[in-house]
Every structure is written in C-alpha cells, then in structure tokens.
C-alpha cells in the first residue's frame, strides 16, 4: 500500500520511525520512503493564468514573463513522463489551451496563445471553479495527485462563483490550490497585505497549497518553487496484507515516532470482500481519490495550531541566524488550519489582547485592534518596541483573517516565536493563551474583554 505523507519541514524521517496506522493502531514500519518525483505517483496539474488586461497592460508585462517562464519551466523538465499537465487561461471567460492528454511538445504552442482577447472581466474565481469541476470529471489514477496552480494578480471582477464556493468544492474534492501573486515593485506590501493578493494567499492557505509571491522578474523562480516543494513531497510504502474477512470500517493513517507518538488518520470506509487483492487496489484508489494527505504534527510544548500553506517569498534573504543559543528547531506547520475564532478588530473591540509578560513591555496591555498588526521598533508599528535592541525595524506582523489571527515573521533578524517555535517562511495560527516572543519581548495573548 502506499500513501502520500505531508511530513513537516525539517523532520526527518526513516522507515524504522514511521508506521502504517490502522484503527489508530501502528501495525507495521514502512518498507520504503521516498520523495514524490522519484515515485510512481503522478501529478495531475491544471495551470491557470490570468490573461485579463490587467496582466497585459502594465509596463512591465506581467502575462509576457508568465510566458516565458512556463516555457523555461516546461523544457528544463519540471514535469516527469507520467505527470499529465493542463493550460487555461482566463479572462472575462475561461479557454482551455492544453489538456491533459495533448502532447507536451504542444505545451510551448499552447503558451504562446497566452495572450489577452480584450475581455473586461477577471472572472477568476469562477474559472478556477470551472478547473475543479475539470478534474471532477476526468477519470481517477491510482496514486495519482490532482492539484491546481493559479498566476494571477487576484483581481476578480464578475465571477458568479465566490471565494468560499472554491474553497468549499477545492476541500471537497482534496485538490490543492497553489498560487503565485504577481505584485508590483512599488507597493509590494499592500498588494500582498491589503490588494487582492491577500484573497488568493488565503485560498492557498485553507486548501493546502503552496503560496508565493513574485515581482517583476521573479514569476519564474515562483512557480519553480512550488513545483519542486510538490516534487518533494514524501511517499511511503507500506508491505501490508488486508484481511477482509475481519477488517470491514478502518481508519488508514501513519504514526511518525519521535519525542512524542502523534497519530493523524483519514477515515476510509471498506466493504468486506473474500478477495484479498481487490483490498489492495481499493485502499490505492481510495489513496488517489482521497489524496490522503496525512499531517503528522511534532509538537513538544505547542498550543497552537497548524497553518497549511507554505509561503514562499521569491528573492527575498535568508534570516540572520538568531542571537539565543538554545532556540527550538522550526517545525514545518502541517497542512490545514484549525484556528480558534476571534471577533473582527475595530477601534475599541479589540480581536485580542497581547499582555507583557518579560523584556522592556513587561506588564503593558496592547489592543490587537486592526486587522493588520504591526510589531516593531520603529515608530510606524502599532507596537511599538524601541527598548529591546534585539527587536528589527518591522519585525513581526498579525493578520485577522476570516476569523482567524495569523502570525507572521518579517524576515526578522533574531526571528519571531509562538510558544517554543520560530517562525521562518510559515505563518501560524494563534490561540489564547498563546505565547508570542521578539527580541527579548514576550507577550501572551489574552481576551479582549476579560484580559
């Protein structure tokens, strides 16, 4: 049997650490483990490109570099012999370029056809409604993975289908919504924090999938990005015999043994049958239908939870190493956010509060009353902290997003943590309770009104 894990980042795992999970009991180790590329899984891949004018328009041509880099894409091999990929363009309406079946030779024709028809709508979430219902309606692979990638600048203008329509049917189906956001050079923040960017970066957020953002010059190294984090995703083998005449209902998942046994399972209904094989090929096929894209969560001491997108900034510097000398390794979040709900932040009804408990704000109450929270030394920051030499200009931000409040790193110099994890490219669910440390500051995230 084989199965597609979503390990965290930075856990290593070997098959004398991870077992097949059945009933919410380990049985046996995993026989191999291997990265996605190197298997015999296939990608099933729609990509879907805004062609609206709005990518055609600018001076810097957005829809002319997303071209190029799909055909630098396409001829450095991104793509291996099984994998099956689709071309849509969307405008005021969808085109389908390239389908799945058509050779990939055809790929390089099919983009240059990347080009705007004078539409003036952006119906960019009813075209990728329209792509969910594509895979819906071709015909399921064993061990195969379905998922969408979106290059657009987000503007929606008259879809008939909504954000949550997407997100509701992309859940559904277990297909993955990768993105990357074309921003402009000269207001990179506010198109990704307050533009339309910050809508797509949501939906990649909630389905699972991979989010980045580009500049002018930076399409390419996005969309590689997101090809190779889903080339290295792990799959595990299983040598495993079913017995159908005592195993009707099992719940298949995987225990990865680290600090602590933490087991995630998908439920899988299966009817009982005297013939062992049809067992095998009916988990494999529950496996591509369901995707079963298993989190294995490594928590030691964290109350907070999971965020599934990997965010990826193109271009952007690495982290200087940070100035503690016992810091906890950064654990990859998993891949699907469980937040706990927050009211929406006005002036005077705070979303939460954070509530000094060491460095220079010890003891100090901060409203969260904005859906964008910003925390550094600087001035300009809704908090403020000049006192702690340890905290950057803009260190850190606090995003209320649909509920929910989201904390991310700004590429800090000493790094950002929620209870005993830094933060690097991921962003993180926070809870009350919650811990959240900068420099030498640390805060705990209270209620709004009982404090």
């Known amino acids: 049997m084989s199965l597609l ?19 919410e009991t380990a049985s ?14 296939s990608l099933r891949y729609i990509i879907s490109v805004d062609a609206s004018g709005s990518m055609t328009s600018s001076g810097d041509m957005p829809l002319s570099e997303t071209q190029d880099a799909l055909k630098t894409l396409f001829a450095e091999g991104g793509f291996r012999s099984q994998d099956r990929v689709a071309l849509i363009a969307f405008e005021d309406r969808s085109r389908i370029l390239h389908w799945f079946d058509d050779k990939a030779e055809d790929a390089e024709e099919a983009i240059d056809r990347l080009v705007w028809l004078g539409g003036q709508k952006t119906i960019l979430y009813q075209s990728l409604y329209e792509s969910l219902e594509h895979l819906e309606h071709v015909d399921d692979e064993p061990r195969e993975r379905r998922r969408i990638l979106v290059i657009s600048d987000g503007k929606d203008e008259g879809s008939e289908k909504t954000f949550t329509e997407v997100r509701e049917k992309a859940l559904e189906m277990g297909v993955q919504i990768d993105v990357v956001a074309r921003v402009r050079k000269d207001r990179v923040e506010e198109d990704l924090l307050q533009g339309f960017a910050q809508d797509i970066r949501a939906l990649a957020d909630e389905t699972g999938g991979v989010f980045a953002y580009a500049e002018p010059g930076g399409v390419f190294d996005g969309i590689k990005q997101i090809v190779d984090s889903v080339m290295l995703k792990t799959v595990v083998e299983f ?26 399972t998908i439920p899988a ?8 094989l049809t067992w095998i090929w009916l988990l494999e096929l529950i496996g591509g239908l369901l995707i079963l894209t298993v989190v294995v969560m490594v928590w030691r001491r964290q109350a907070g939870t999971k965020i599934e997108s990997d965010v990826v900034p193109v271009g952007s510097g690495q982290p200087e190493p940070s100035i503690e000398k016992n810091v906890a390794p950064d654990r990859g979040r998993g891949e699907t956010i469980v937040s706990e709900w927050f009211p929406k932040p ?9 509530l000094g408990t060491s460095g220079p704000p010890s003891g100090k109450r901060v409203a969260i009353e904005k859906s964008m929270f910003r925390i550094g030394a600087n001035a300009d920051n809704d908090l403020c902290i000049e006192d702690d030499e340890y905290v950057s200009d803009h260190h850190a931000h606090i995003l209320y997003q649909r509920g929910s409040l989201l904390l991310y790193d700004e590429h800090s110099t000493n790094g950002t943590y929620l209870n005993d994890d830094r933060l690097k490219d991921k962003a993180a ?3 009350l309770g919650n811990r959240i ?4 500051s640390s805060f705990k995230v209270v209620d709004g009104e009982s404090g």
Not at 270 to 276: A, Q
Not at 437 to 440: A, E, F, P, T, Y
């Open 5 to 23: 894990v979503e390990l965290p980042a930075n856990v290593t795992a070997d098959t004398k650490n991870i077992y097949l999970v059945e009933d």
């Open 269 to 276: 209904e299966i009817p009982k049958t005297r013939r062992p």
């Open 28 to 41: 046996v180790p995993a026989n191999t483990i291997q990265p996605f590329k190197l298997s015999d899984w």
């Open 429 to 431: 669910a926070v809870h």
């Open 437 to 440: 440390r900068v420099g030498k």
């Open 346 to 354: 006005s002036s005077g009804h705070p979303a939460a509060v954070l």
């Open 239 to 264: 040598s495993r015999d079913i017995d159908p005449e005592h195993r009707k209902t099992q719940r298949v998942g995987v225990l990865l043994r680290d600090e602590t046994d933490v087991v995630s």
